[in-house]
């Protein structure tokens, strides 16, 4: 059973940073891409970024040069590290798993910013 648990979310500034973690169990951690999707209230869920098996990432415009997103193997984990917080990073953040052709979802942690 493939199951996502991410941690990490809550509120913050303007211009703050938060950490989320997602700890995964029941896949081969080391060979699955791993990344990060959110979801405001009444928008659809988008990519923030994603990082592969190898390493390479990838951003969404809206995030580049404020958010890093790194994977540690040994702990079956990936973060996501979130600086320079703006209002409109506010939303529900998803991890997701993509292992052995489909999509895993974790149940999601609140990330809200004040102005």
């Known amino acids: 059973q493939v199951q996502l648990v991410e941690s990490g979310g809550g509120l913050v500034q303007a211009g703050g940073s938060l950490r989320l973690s997602c700890a995964g169990s029941g896949i081969i951690f080391s060979s699955t891409g791993m990344g990060w999707y959110r979801q405001a209230p009444g928008k659809q869920r988008k990519l923030v970024a994603f990082i592969s098996v190898g390493g390479f990432t990838l951003y969404a415009d809206s995030v580049k040069d404020r958010f890093t ?17 703006k209002p409109e990073d506010t ?17 999601g942690t609140q990330v809200t910013v004040s102005s």
Do not use: E, H, P
């Not at 997103?69 to 917080?85: F, H």
């Not at 998803?94 to 895993?104: E, I, P, R």
């Open 69 to 85: 997103i790194s994977r540690d193997n040994a702990k079956n984990t990936v973060y996501l590290q979130m600086n320079s917080l």
């Open 91 to 107: 939303a529900v953040y998803y991890c997701n798993a993509k292992f052995l052709g489909f999509d895993y979802w974790g149940q």
